[in-house]
C-alpha cells in the first residue's frame, strides 16, 4: 500500500485529482448526512449524537469495503436484464448499480413523503416515525440504525462509482472517503442541532431528499441529471431559506425593541401621577 502510495506524492495530477475528489465526496457526503440528521432527531436526546457517529462509521466502513472489492463495485455497472424498451433519454438494461440506486430512491421519497406528512398533520399515530410518540419503534436506536444502513449502501455505492470515474489510484479513493467522513463527523453535530431547532430547515431538508430521491429513481433508468444542477438548486433553495431565517431574526428583534419600549413608556405613565 505504501509503495503504491510513494510515487504518487510527487504527481501533481494526483493531488488535483485528490483535492476534486475529497470536494466531490464531501458534497455527495451531505444527502447521507441530512438523512441522517433527520433520523437520528426522532430519537430520544441521550441517543442522538451515539446513532449518528454509528452512521457515519457504517458509511465510512461500507465506502472502504466497496473500494476493497473495486474489480466487483464496477462490474455493477454490467447490464444483468434488459426490459427492450428504449428511448433518447432513458434506457431499460438494467444493472444491479441501477436498481440499487431505483430501491434507494424509492426508500428516499418514501421517507422524505412521510416525514413531510408528519410534520404537516399532527394527529397522533401509531406509525413509527412519529416524533412524540415516547413508545414508537423508532425510538429503538437499532430500528434507526438499519435504516441508516439501507441509505448509507445507497450513496456509498454513488459515491464510490463517482470515484472510479474521476481517477485510477484507489490510494486517492480511500484517502478522499476517509478525508470526506471525518468532515460528515465533524458537521454531523451542529448539522442536526440546526435542523433541529429550525423546523422550516426540516422541510426544506425534506424537500432535499424528495429531490435526490427523484434523482436517483431517473439515474436508475438511465437519464442522468447533471449534479451541477441540483447542488445549484438547493444551494439557491438554502439561500433564500437563509434570508427568509435573517428576515424573522430581525422581526423577532424589532418585535422585542417594541415591547421593551412599550413597558418602559407603561411604567413611565404609571409612576407619574406620583410624582
Same mark, same amino acid.
Given at each position: ?11 501533481? +495530477?494526483? *493531488? ?18 441530512? &438523512? ?10 441521550? !441517543? ?5 457517529? =454509528? ?16 474489480? *466487483? ?12 424498451f428504449q428511448g433518447e433519454t432513458f434506457d431499460t438494461a438494467f444493472s444491479w448499480r441501477d436498481l440499487i440506486l431505483i430501491a434507494g430512491?424509492?426508500?428516499? %421519497? *418514501?421517507? $422524505?413523503?412521510?416525514? =413531510?406528512? !408528519? ?37 456509498? %455505492?454513488?459515491?464510490?462509482l463517482t470515484a472510479v470515474g474521476m481517477t485510477d489510484h484507489v490510494p486517492i479513493m480511500m484517502i478522499a472517503v476517509v478525508v470526506a ?5 465533524? $458537521?454531523?453535530?451542529?448539522?442536526? @442541532?440546526?435542523?433541529?431547532?429550525n423546523p422550516t430547515v426540516v422541510m426544506l431538508a425534506l424537500g432535499f431528499l424528495l429531490m435526490i430521491g427523484m434523482v436517483l429513481i ?17 444551494? &439557491?433553495? +438554502? ?6 431565517? *435573517? ?7 424589532? @418585535?422585542?425593541?417594541?415591547?421593551? +419600549? ?14
Amino acid at each position: 500500500m505504501l509503495e503504491s502510495i510513494t510515487p504518487l506524492l510527487s504527481d501533481p +495530477a494526483a *493531488w488535483a485529482a485528490l483535492v476534486t475528489l475529497v470536494v466531490m465526496e464531501v458534497v455527495l457526503g451531505i444527502d447521507n448526512l441530512i &438523512f441522517i440528521s433527520i433520523l437520528s432527531n426522532k430519537l430520544p436526546p441521550e !441517543h442522538r449524537q451515539k446513532t449518528r457517529r =454509528i452512521g457515519i462509521g457504517l458509511a465510512l466502513i461500507m465506502r472502504l469495503a466497496l473500494l476493497a472489492a473495486i474489480g *466487483w463495485i464496477v462490474g455493477l455497472t454490467a447490464p444483468v436484464f434488459d426490459l427492450g424498451f428504449q428511448g433518447e433519454t432513458f434506457d431499460t438494461a438494467f444493472s444491479w448499480r441501477d436498481l440499487i440506486l431505483i430501491a434507494g430512491g424509492l426508500f428516499l %421519497v *418514501w421517507k $422524505a413523503t412521510k416525514e =413531510i406528512h !408528519h410534520a404537516v398533520d399532527t394527529t397522533p399515530s401509531n406509525d413509527m416515525l412519529e416524533k412524540d410518540k415516547k413508545d414508537a419503534v423508532i425510538n429503538n436506536v437499532g430500528s434507526a440504525i438499519i435504516q441508516i444502513i439501507m441509505l448509507d449502501l445507497v450513496f456509498s %455505492v454513488d459515491s464510490i462509482l463517482t470515484a472510479v470515474g474521476m481517477t485510477d489510484h484507489v490510494p486517492i479513493m480511500m484517502i478522499a472517503v476517509v478525508v470526506a467522513v471525518l468532515v460528515m463527523l465533524l $458537521a454531523s453535530d451542529p448539522l442536526a @442541532d440546526f435542523i433541529d431547532k429550525n423546523p422550516t430547515v426540516v422541510m426544506l431538508a425534506l424537500g432535499f431528499l424528495l429531490m435526490i430521491g427523484m434523482v436517483l429513481i431517473a439515474d436508475g433508468f438511465g437519464v442522468h441529471v447533471p449534479k451541477g444542477y441540483i447542488y445549484a438548486a438547493m444551494a &439557491f433553495s +438554502a439561500l433564500v431559506e437563509g434570508l427568509n431565517m *435573517w428576515s424573522r431574526t430581525a422581526q423577532i428583534k424589532k @418585535d422585542r425593541a417594541e415591547e421593551a +419600549a412599550q413597558l418602559a413608556l407603561n411604567k413611565a405613565e404609571t409612576a407619574e401621577p406620583g410624582v
